[in-house]
């Protein structure tokens, strides 16, 4: 009974933790103002919505790896997949919730953009001293 | 000998341990950060000692368990400092450092003797099951403690972005350890569960070090994006 309790409490501040940790990363990226030449590669003018995600995703699979980048990208994508959940099963429901949730997924996409032009610039840099030998 | 599974993770998880404290003193935040550091060290140095009687003694002999569950308590009660560090960052300006340090050390006695309560009624199992019992508790207690934390920080409008993430990986890592020590006692049958414990242990060092090389100690962040509210 115990452990079945402490069970139940941990799980559910384990998503607590996890959905704030998420939110965190994404709020480092909150503020980053995006190159004139991620947006042309995204198609993305302005601010990004949660249809965006997976593009973006498939973008960063073709830029060389940044390793500071993947962990945070692992975890919203995680973040992402939950909210996908949410969308497709309580939220139906819960008509706030749908929103709440798709402007969450706009923000798992702003982070994906965000590091998708931290890596445009990575490359450039390398490239650059690549060509300085 | 373990498989080379869990010796890679094993590897993989101290390399990460060292390159926090590495980070940190790179980034010139040993000292400012002197707890989360000695935790790490110590867990280094755990982790040698364990490999000693794994090595001497063998995985399934009673030495090599002593030693395990027994330095396990260690590095829990060494976490336990960490977060109460950790507090007192956070309540540094109100000048609650004493009060805090007092209540940390009340409820830790209070664990121990708890734990002791429920293990002393069977004096067979005493000295086998003591340490795991008090990791257990306090793993429970650390939870409990690092979501008291997480809502002072909502409160006080806390914006430093290391403190905040830090404290959000302490409260991940302290649910999923709470979490697979019950599931361990309520699915032991399981070897699945208990070799998740390893995994889990790679997160902590981690996030904590993506943390302290990422952002500066200046790095700010505003609260509010903060909290999953839906409107």
């Given at each position: 009974m115990m452990?079945?309790?402490?069970?139940?409490?941990?799980?559910?501040?384990?998503?607590?933790?996890?959905?704030?940790?998420?939110?965190?990363?994404?709020?480092?990226?909150?503020?980053?103002?995006l190159s004139k030449e991620v947006r042309d590669v995204t198609g993305i003018p302005a601010s990004a919505s949660g249809r965006d995600f997976l593009r973006v995703m498939q973008l960063l699979q073709l830029c060389p790896e940044r390793p500071e980048d993947r962990s945070g990208l692992q975890a919203v994508g995680a973040y992402f997949k939950i909210l996908g959940l949410v969308q497709s099963s309580v939220a139906r429901l819960v008509p706030s919730l749908q929103t709440w949730a798709e402007h969450e997924r706009a923000g798992c996409a702003t982070y994906a953009v965000v590091t998708l032009d931290r890596r445009i610039a990575f490359s450039r840099e390398v490239l650059a001293q690549q060509g300085e030998y | 000998m373990p498989g080379p599974t869990t010796l890679i993770i094993w590897c993989s998880g101290m390399a990460l341990e060292l390159a926090f404290v590495v980070c940190s003193v790179a980034r010139r935040s040993f000292l400012r950060y002197f707890?989360?550091?000695?935790?790490?060290?110590?867990?280094?140095?755990?982790?040698?000692?364990?490999?000693?009687?794994?090595?001497?003694?063998?995985?399934?002999?009673?030495?090599?368990?002593?030693?395990?569950?027994?330095?396990?308590?260690?590095?829990?009660?060494?976490?336990?400092?960490?977060?109460?560090?950790?507090?007192?960052?956070?309540?540094?300006?109100?000048?609650?450092?004493?009060?805090v340090r007092l209540t940390a050390l009340f409820l830790l006695l209070g664990t121990a003797a708890f734990s002791y309560g429920v293990i002393a009624q069977s004096t067979q199992r005493l000295v086998t099951s003591f340490a795991y019992e008090l990791s257990q508790n306090l793993y429970f207690v650390g939870l409990v403690l690092t979501y008291v934390l997480w809502g002072a920080i909502l409160k006080l409008r806390e914006t430093r972005t290391r403190l905040v993430q830090f404290v959000l990986a302490l409260g991940v890592y302290f649910s999923a350890y709470a979490a697979i020590y019950a599931l361990v006692n309520l699915a032991s049958k399981y070897s699945v569960v208990s070799s998740l414990a390893p995994i889990l242990g790679c997160l902590l060092p981690l996030s904590w070090t993506i943390t302290m090389w990422r952002h500066s100690e200046e790095s700010r962040l505003m609260p509010a994006r903060l909290v999953a509210v839906h409107r």
């Open positions: 452990a079945s309790l402490i069970f139940v409490v941990s799980v559910v501040t384990l998503l607590m933790f996890f959905v704030s940790y998420c939110r965190s990363l994404m709020a480092s990226s909150a503020r980053h103002m | 707890y989360l550091n000695l935790y790490f060290m110590l867990v280094l140095g755990v982790e040698g000692i364990r490999y000693l009687f794994l090595t001497k003694f063998g995985q399934s002999s009673d030495a090599y368990r002593y030693a395990y569950y027994y330095t396990d308590t260690l590095l829990t009660l060494a976490l336990y400092v960490a977060l109460v560090s950790l507090y007192s960052r956070v309540f540094g300006e109100l000048k609650f450092g004493k009060y």
